[in-house]
């Protein structure tokens, strides 16, 4: 798009300008981890760019977060930051990628105690609950692919 970036990852429906993003359900339980990282990322920002505008050249300036006082490097890299819009994409896919990678150790943490009961022991039941890991594995594979 021209003037705005739509989002699709997962749970996360987004369109992003380069001032704002319309987010698609914002205060669903797996969107807000997002929201919170986008807050948190900007109040940085917006936090050290407003006390730029009051520092003089020989002040330190500080930042929020960590890194009080901020380091030359550190505003340095705050100030060569990603346009906006690929800055919440960033977030967009960190976001998504933990929440897969916790529903894999989820199902990990599952499947260990299922393969271990199916190697002491091989029955229907044990093979159909190999089955429905293989399943689960199987869609979170297709979800991450995509």
């Known amino acids: 798009r021209d003037k705005a970036m739509v989002v699709n ?8 300008t380069a001032e704002e993003v319309l ?14 990282q986008l807050r948190q990322q900007f109040l940085v920002r917006s936090t050290y760019q407003n006390h730029l505008l009051g520092v003089e050249e020989n002040e330190t300036p500080f930042c929020a977060g960590d890194q009080w006082p901020c380091t030359p490097e550190a505003a340095e890299s705050l100030e060569s930051e990603l346009p906006f819009e690929f800055q919440v994409l ?19 943490k599952e499947a260990y105690p299922i393969l271990d009961e199916l190697a002491r022991n ?25």
């Open 23 to 36: 987010l698609l359900d914002p205060l669903s339980h797996e969107v807000l981890p997002f929201v919170d």
């Open 90 to 108: 960033e977030i967009a896919l960190e976001v998504v990628c933990t929440y897969l990678d916790s529903n894999v150790s989820d199902l990990e």
């Open 9 to 16: 990852l997962e749970f996360i429906k987004a369109i992003v």
């Open 122 to 146: 091989v029955s229907t039941k044990n093979l159909e609950r190999v089955r429905s890991l293989k399943s689960n594995l199987t869609r979170i594979l297709a979800r991450v692919q995509k």
